[in-house]
T-cell receptor
Framework: AQSVAQPEDQVNVAEGNPLTVKCTYS??????LFWYVQYPNRGLQFLLK??????LVKGSYGFEAEFNKSQTSFHLKKPSALVSDSALYFC????????????FGAGTRLFVKA | KAGVTQTPRYLIKTRGQQVTLSCSPI?????VSWYQQTPGQGLQFLFE???????NKGNFPGRFSGRQFSNSRSEMNVSTLELGDSALYLC???????????FGPGTRLTVL
């Protein structure tokens, strides 16, 4: 069965410092991997995705993620955090298991302190 | 291009009632998925529709149902509401289900 793990409930980082939000996955076959961000009382906003190709994927708002097949990881990164990056981040995997289905991680709350 | 819209945005119902939520996908998108988001369970997949057919279903009781119309708009229905059905219900659309899903703002359902 496919699954996604976000091992940290919360990540705290100072503004201007680099940030990493971790994600590992388990799926049969080739996964489609996504990161979404959710602001309070809003739906999810797409940040970036990995389907195939270059392992380093660049997305919206300066975020990037690195796909590591051997470690089955897809960590979200940003070189310099902003206070406005504070939000809830979800990693998701989508795979064809007799029909496409997206499984989301539990989410990681990011706090960026000024 | 307009985004995914969901109506209503907020809903208050009492136990035992039923409710219908609506989702209009991005123009040209044929796949619509529904998710339930709660603080305790996170985001859970309800079902996915493509071209009016349910392609995939999550592990929810039969009280949760949905449908998709020929214009790709989708509705989900919850019958015999329970307190535990209180949640944010999110709808997401994509072109064919294999690519990026774009989410609506959600419908906040409160069951009293």
């Amino acid at each position: 069965a496919q699954s996604v793990a976000q091992p940290e409930d919360q990540v705290n980082v100072a503004e201007g410092n680099p940030l990493t939000v971790k994600c590992t996955y388990s799926v049969s076959g080739n996964p489609y991997l996504f990161w979404y961000v959710q602001y309070p009382n809003r739906g999810l906003q797409f940040l970036l995705k990995y389907i195939t190709g270059d392992n380093l994927v660049k997305g919206s708002y300066g975020f990037e993620a690195e796909f590591n097949k051997s470690q089955t990881s897809f960590h979200l990164k940003k070189p310099s955090a902003l206070v406005s990056d504070s939000a809830l981040y979800f990693c998701a995997v989508r795979a064809n298991t007799g029909g496409f289905k997206t499984i989301f991680g539990a989410g990681t709350r990011l706090f960026v302190k000024a | 291009k307009a985004g995914v819209t969901q109506t209503p945005r907020y809903l208050i119902k009492t136990r035992g009632q039923q409710v219908t939520l609506s989702c209009s996908p991005i123009s040209g998108h044929r796949s619509v998925s529904w998710y339930q988001q709660t603080p305790g369970q996170g985001l859970q997949f309800l079902f996915e529709y493509f071209s009016e057919t349910q392609r995939n279903k999550g592990n929810f009781p039969g009280r949760f149902s949905g449908r998709q119309f020929s214009n790709s708009r989708s509705e989900m229905n919850v019958s015999t509401l329970e307190l535990g059905d209180s949640a944010l219900y999110l709808c997401a659309s994509s072109r064919d289900g294999t690519d990026t899903q774009y989410f609506g703002p959600g419908t906040r359902l409160t069951v009293l």
